[in-house]
């Protein structure tokens, strides 16, 4: 395989669950060397650590194994903050980047466990990442140099579609919409599905039809140039089925006020977990 993913240095990433997990598995099949990769997460399934290994990753590598990384990849719970980054403060050398996927964790609040004046990114991604399909927002602290602005665009945008904002009091927000939003879609098809049931369909015929209604109707947007609105009035025949739906949905306390009090719990939560 080609190596077309260069950072200019290797990459450690902190915490390989379901979201370091997700983007690493991204980025390897985008042509990052795995032999430029450290996951340090003392809680990996054995057969995960193994699995990386066989791809040639250094899992678990004595701290003294590891040189100085361009990168580091802060994919741990928000919760280990605290506890985790001490241990690896040592590794940064002037010119190492951290970049954070922690939900709440603010850079004053990063940036205090790690050496002073270091290089800086956070970002909100989500797990669509793993199939190059994700979207994150980011925004760099003062002492990110435009090489290392550069090395954290490249591993971003490998992963799907990157935003980089000025403002970091957005994050919360980006965390609670696109961050979490997965989650949401993924409910769409739970009670959609459970809907379809209560309508009489055998569960699993329900269940398979509202996967693919999701999944296809969430390619055809992203195929598609046109408004969310437009393809929704593309389902709606005046006086049918659909319409009859969405007097409920977009009805009084329907979907959108749902949502807002759905976005804002997230985007509380997010600042809960700053501190
Ligand atoms: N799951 C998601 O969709 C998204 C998660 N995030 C953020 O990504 C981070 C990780 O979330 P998930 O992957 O969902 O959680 P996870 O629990 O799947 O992964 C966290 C990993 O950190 C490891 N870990 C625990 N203590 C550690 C330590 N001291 N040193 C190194 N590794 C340690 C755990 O063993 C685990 O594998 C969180 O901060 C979350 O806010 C951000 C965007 C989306
Ligand atoms: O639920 C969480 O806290 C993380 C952040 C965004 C998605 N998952």
Redesign the pocket.
């Known amino acids: 395989m080609t190596h077309s993913l260069d950072i200019g240095g290797s990459l450690l990433l902190?915490?390989?669950?379901?979201?370091?997990g997700a983007m690493l598995e991204g980025w390897l099949a985008l042509g990052l060397a795995p032999g430029n990769v450290a996951v340090?997460?003392?809680?990996?399934p054995a057969a995960a650590a193994a699995q990386l290994a066989e791809a040639g990753i250094a899992v678990n590598p004595s701290l003294a194994f590891l040189g100085t990384p361009a990168v580091v990849l802060l994919?741990?719970?928000?919760q280990?903050m605290e506890?985790?980054l001490p241990s690896v403060a040592p590794l940064f050398g002037p010119d190492t980047l951290a970049v954070s996927?922690?939900?709440g964790k603010t850079i004053a609040g990063i940036a205090a466990l790690l050496p002073p004046r270091t290089a800086i990114v956070r970002a909100?991604?989500?797990?669509p990442a793993a199939i190059g399909r994700g979207i994150t927002a980011a925004v760099p602290n003062g002492f990110v140099t435009p090489a290392q602005k550069e090395a954290a665009d490249a591993l971003l945008r490998a992963t799907g579609a990157l935003e980089w904002i000025d403002d970091e009091s957005l994050i919360d927000a980006v965390t609670a919409v696109s961050?979490s939003g997965?989650a949401y879609v993924f409910h769409l098809v739970e009670a959609l599905a459970a809907a379809g049931s209560a309508a009489g369909l055998p569960a699993d015929l329900a269940m398979r039809l509202a996967r693919a209604t999701v999944a296809g109707s969430g390619e055809l947007l992203h195929r598609s140039d046109q408004p969310a609105g437009t393809l929704r009035q593309n389902v709606t025949s005046p006086g049918g089925t659909t319409a009859a739906a969405l007097a409920v949905l977009m009805g009084e306390g329907g979907l959108a006020s749902l949502m807002e009090k759905a976005v804002l719990a997230a985007k509380k939560r997010a600042g809960e977990l700053a501190s």
Do not use: R, W
């Open positions: 902190l915490g390989a669950g379901k979201m370091g340090l997460d003392p809680h990996l994919a741990i719970k928000p280990v506890a985790a996927i922690m939900a909100m991604p989500n797990t961050g997965p």
